[in-house]
């Protein structure tokens, strides 16, 4: 365990003589709804920035919901590779102070600052000057708790959010190592930027064919059937073990069908960290679902049946009294009301019944087939390279390549990501059309519920934010977190994990959790899935996330995901399998 380092650093806790140290309520609230749960947010350290913040008071008061804000590529810091020579050197100074990091990120922040119209208000007297790119950007008035087109919105200027290790750093280490990155800005004539340290820990996120996705939004089985569809987004695990990771993304060489995924969800952390090759004996098989998640679903389809089986009692009792109603009443305009109240009655009735048959049907099929764990075999790993950051841009490697039974994947309709009944497609479609670059106008939400996957995201396309500010945003869909909206940062993160024997740094594309009152936009479980933008264009493989890693709040969450970008990592998977492509042309596969 990481605590029983002999040379990790104990923080020294507040005491009265540190004049540095944040206040209890505050380091606790400030970040408050950063991890997607509400008021949830990591714990602050220390921060460079003086606005103001104090506990809410009144009957009307409410805690401030604040926002992660991309950088503008137009910032100083975007130009000419200037942030990736400043993060290096930013992580130079915090090992030479001996301060245990998990992440630098570059950001800003965003809330509301509501304010109360009367005789004695002279406005907001602690009002700062903005970062001048921040103040261009158009503020989502849908996005945040009580924001009005009224209330004014504060956002940060760029800010150099770096995660600590829990327990490790004080406000007084913080305070000295900020005065390193701030003189260094200056020598690069950088001003006007924040500096602020949180508690974050980077971690790993970890039978019969396969049925088909739903042909359509309203299929009967639309929200039961993901988890044993050929669609992306497949729990896996390694035979006979109960961990949990997701099936990216498929592609084909030759005549095979290959599913990718990350390392760590299928190797254990004793298991020699270098490249395995498939060649002959025994086989490191893949199941779909583990034993834990295979009980989660039979769960799942039966409390589905409960619920169809309340709501079938209680349409047979609101039928039996409507029809009542219809016959006592006299022919008026409420014997009409009363005998279109019955029709829809009914039509509901019948169909909440034929939901419930085909569920039920649809259990006793998995029961049947799936129940033995040797049944639910998809395929065996051939290709896994050494999980390391590989130069010169120190991307994370952590990447695993499965040979496929094509048997069990005879309904394969190629890379879709099923958008899952989570959000229905209004919603989907007003989360992601709020821009015309990523997200036209014309966008619609495909019929099926699956999004065709075509295309990776350029490099230069990750750095560079689309025009008048907007946002790129990203999906990803994963069997902890489901389907989640995310914001694609335009710069990269540098990550540093912990393990009994050391470190391991890598740089990794950088996602923020889009809404406050959502899940975070990944958790553990969700390693592997693949992250794309609103084009279905493949965007990075996610590997892991900063967050609290405790139970804490009762689940530990995630402020930041992180994965390898697909720019690099296709290649590199090219390079292996001769004649990979991501494209099948075809619903069938030649065989």
Known sequence: MLDDHPDKPKALGTS??????VPEYEAYKYYGGLSGFGGRGPKLVYRTSTDKFAAPRGPEAYSRVMRLRHVPNNHKLGQEGLWDRIRSEVVRFLDQRGIWFSSVDLARFAWVETRKLNSGDEGNEHEEEEDPAASE??????????????????????????????????????????????????QHSITGVEIAYRESEVTFSGGPALFAPPRRYLDPLKDVIDNLSSALSVPIAPLREDTQGTLGFYFKAGNELYGVTTRHVLFKDYEPNIEYNYIAGPKKEVVVMGPSAFTAHIEFLQETIRRHEFTLKYLERSIASLTTKAEDISPDPGAEELKDALAKTQEQLTDTRRKMDVVTAHMTDVKA???????????????????????PHQYMQDVCVIKLDQEKFLHFKGNV???GPELDPSKFVGMMCNNHYDAPCEFEYPLSGLLELHGVLT?????????????????????????????????????????PTGHLDSVETAIHTDHADSLPFSMRGDSGAAIVDARGRFVALLTGGAGINDITYGTPSCEITYGTPMHWLWPLIQAKFEGASLDFGSDKLNH
Request: net charge neutral; charged share 25%; glycine share 4%.
């Open 459 to 499: 490099e230069e396309e990750m750095r560079t934010s689309p025009p008048a500010e907007a946002i790129r945003r990203v999906i990803k869909r994963g069997p902890s977190t489901l389907t989640t909206i995310g914001r694609l940062s335009p710069y990269t993160s540098h990550v540093r994990r912990y393990y």
């Open 369 to 391: 087939k799936w129940r033995k764990v040797e049944d639910r075999v998809i395929g065996h790993v051939v290709w896994a390279p050494p999980i390391v950051a590989v130069p």
């Open 137 to 186: 950007e158009q503020p989502d008035y849908d996005e945040l708790p009580h924001f009005k087109k009224f209330d004014k919105v504060h956002t940060t200027p760029a800010t150099i959010w770096i995660g600590v290790m829990p327990n490790t750093t004080t406000a007084e280490q913080a305070y000295h190592s900020s005065r390193d990155i701030l003189d260094l800005l200056s």
């Open 16 to 21: 009265d003589h540190d004049t540095h140290n």
């Open 417 to 419: 990501l099923n958008l």
